[in-house]
Nanobody
């Protein structure tokens, strides 16, 4: 089993910054990548960014140049630094971990609200 514990969400004004953290534990030796997805009210869950243990990253076009994903392999923790936040970034942000032959695990979600 995999446990994902997220932290760092909150309320921020447009143009501000937040940093999300997600600590993974459990059976993660076969992890392929970790990442962040988000879901706004009335919308489908969408990819924000992913990262492998080798620091290979992938970003949604809407966050490129504003968000940075990073990983601390020693702590099994992934971070999402979010700068220049916009009201349209408001959503519940979910941590995700994908394992080889182990499927996908999700965190409980953390709310990010950006006021205009």
């Amino acid at each position: 089993q995999v446990q994902l514990v997220e932290s760092g969400g909150g309320l921020v004004q447009a143009g501000g910054s937040l940093r999300l953290s997600c600590a993974a534990s459990g059976n993660i030796f076969n992890m392929i990548n970790m990442g962040w997805y988000r879901q706004a009210p009335g919308k489908q869950r969408e990819l924000v960014a992913t990262i492998t243990r080798g620091d290979s990253t992938n970003y949604a076009d809407s966050v490129k140049g504003r968000f940075t994903i990073s990983i601390d392999n020693a702590k099994n923790t992934v971070y999402l630094q979010m700068n220049s936040l916009k009201p349209e970034d408001t959503a519940v942000y979910y941590c995700n971990l994908y394992r080889l032959r182990g499927g996908t695990s999700w965190g409980q979600g953390t709310q990010v609200t950006v006021s205009s």
